[in-house]
């Protein structure tokens, strides 16, 4: 059974940091690409960045640029995502997502992020 | 970036009723458009990817079509689990986005 179990999130000052992790287990994560992917309360789906499946090719959404690190530790089989300098407008809760066949065939719970003072 | 649209924003139906959903996507995408099932509280759920592929497990009473940058996801016969919040994502170009999503509720 294909599980990602995401931790790591809580209330986190504006300008602070933290960091997400997301265990992966059920498939073999060292060849699948991961997503990171979040939503506010109460709205829709964004999309906020890809690591390949050895960590060498990263890209980022323009609203996490320079602020966000993906990561990934295979030999752990877990998926990271380091987030400095927290916005209020980084509240949401944040899913992992493994992509595969064009798509985010398995999800995480997801873990809340909530940045305020 | 590519945008998505979809189309109605909400829709009230009864157990039974045949219910469409409509995407449209500002470029072409090349069919990699995938729908999702959110229920409250819950992570998304992939019902169908490159447009008209059916996910192992989903109910064959889903299906997915498309018409030029134009993708519909049909709901041949309500059931009470399909009431939920339903997303298109197109995944032919970063950044990938979705759709603001459609609400399904009971009528």
């Known amino acids: 059974e294909v599980q990602l179990v995401e931790s790591g999130g809580g209330l986190v000052q504006p300008g602070g940091s933290l960091r997400l992790s997301c265990a992966a287990s059920?498939?073999?994560?060292?060849?699948?690409?991961m997503h990171w992917v979040r939503q506010a309360s109460g709205k829709g789906l964004v999309w906020v960045s890809r690591?390949?499946?050895?960590?060498?090719?990263?890209i980022y959404a323009d609203s996490v640029k320079g602020r966000f690190t993906i990561s990934r530790d295979n030999a752990k089989n877990t998926v990271y995502l380091q987030m400095n300098s927290l916005r209020a407008e980084d509240t949401a809760v944040y899913y992992c997502?493994?992509?595969?066949?064009?798509?985010?065939?398995?999800w995480g719970q997801g873990t809340l992020v909530t940045v305020s003072s | 970036d590519i945008q998505m649209t979809q189309s109605p924003s909400s829709v009230s139906a009864s157990v039974g009723d045949r219910v469409t959903i409509t995407c449209r996507a500002s470029q072409d995408i090349n069919s990699w458009l995938a729908w999702y099932q959110q229920k409250p509280g819950k992570a998304p759920k992939l019902l169908i990817s490159a447009t008209s592929s059916l996910q192992s497990g989903v109910p064959s009473r889903f299906s997915g079509s498309a018409s030029e940058t134009n993708f519909t996801l049909t709901i041949s016969s309500l059931q009470p689990e399909d009431f939920a919040t339903y997303y298109c994502q197109q995944a032919n170009s970063f950044p990938f986005t979705f759709g603001p999503g459609t609400k399904v509720d009971i009528k």
């Open positions: 059920g498939f073999t994560f060292s060849t699948s690409w």
């Open positions: 997502a493994k992509y595969g066949s064009r798509s985010y065939d398995y």
């Open positions: 690591i390949n499946t050895d960590g060498s090719d990263t």
